[in-house]
């Protein structure tokens, strides 16, 4: 199929040949005549077209489709609770869905409180305990202090 790439000149092969034989024609056999009834004979008809040419043809009928199985009618009510129940479905569906949000709302404002008192109460803690020598009340330096009450100017 592929030449020899050996770099040697062209390889004689040997070759065959073959030569057709004819075929004998076959012996027309004259078809069985076949007894037809005259009422199913179809009509044939001609049809003059405007150039002037006569076309000659059988008529055929249009086939007439099989007759479909009438499907019963969904009455309009069915339908209409068939949408119905459908709707209230998805409404019960996004009210669960809202209650449980509502609810993950009200716990989660509920924890910042918590969290807010916790720090709030520790920084009054904080404050409260704390070591800076003092043990409440206000620290006045009473050097730069003015007491307008008692009238003393420093």
Not at 12 to 21: G, L
Not at 49 to 65: C, Q, W
Not at 67 to 76: I, L, M
Not at 92 to 102: D, K, Q, S, V
């Amino acid at each position: 199929m592929y030449p020899d790439s050996t770099g040697r000149g062209p390889v004689e092969r040997a070759v065959e040949v073959h030569q057709p034989t004819p075929i004998q024609p076959a012996v027309p056999v004259a078809a069985p005549l076949v007894p037809v009834q005259l009422g199913t004979l179809p009509t044939v008809a001609s049809v003059v077209l405007p150039d002037g040419r006569v076309v000659t043809g059988y008529t055929i009928e249009p086939a007439k489709p099989e007759p479909v199985a009438v499907k019963p009618a969904v009455s309009r009510a069915a339908v209409n609770i068939a949408l119905g129940g459908v709707g209230f479905l998805a409404v019960c569906g996004g009210l669960l869905l809202l209650t449980t949000f509502i609810a993950a709302l009200a716990a989660f404002v509920h924890q910042l409180v918590i969290l807010a008192a916790v720090i709030f109460g520790g920084w009054i803690a904080a404050q409260v305990f704390s070591a800076s020598g003092h043990s409440g009340g206000t620290t006045v330096n009473i050097r730069k202090a003015v007491f307008k009450r008692n009238h003393f100017h420093g």
